[in-house]
């Protein structure tokens, strides 16, 4: 069974940045779709940034121009670069690759607070 592993998250003072990495412990066949969601207490799951096969990215309107996702579809990687966080900005992020088969994380924490 493959599972994904996130790390990189943790606390950070607003206008700060971590970038968050995602590895699958085994090999996913065909990959065509990385992405981070994020949910918020109380809040549903929403998609973050996503990118395809073929490069081509997606990011959510509160992302734009602060978050930048990057992956490796044949080393099963992928990283969200978030830079000028917000305390708006606290959630667990999760990430999926999507092939054959659909794939989560199971979460890493992001808290953005003075």
């Known amino acids: 069974q493959v599972q994904l592993m996130e790390s990189g998250g943790g606390l950070v003072q607003p206008g700060g940045s971590l970038r968050l990495s995602c590895a699958a412990s085994?090999?996913?066949?065909?990959?065509?779709?990385m992405a981070w969601y994020r949910q918020a207490p109380g809040k549903e799951r929403e998609l973050v940034a996503s990118?395809?096969?073929?490069?081509?990215?997606n990011y959510a309107d509160s992302a734009k121009g602060r978050f930048t996702i990057s992956g490796e579809n044949t080393e099963n990687t992928v990283c969200l670069q978030m830079n000028s966080l917000k305390p708006e900005d606290t959630a667990v992020y999760y990430c999926?690759?999507?092939?054959?088969?659909?794939?989560w994380g199971q979460g890493t924490q992001v808290t953005v607070s003075s």
């Open positions: 085994g090999r996913i066949f065909s990959i065509n779709f």
């Open positions: 999926r690759m999507v092939g054959l088969f659909g794939y």
């Open positions: 990118i395809t096969s073929g490069g081509r990215t």
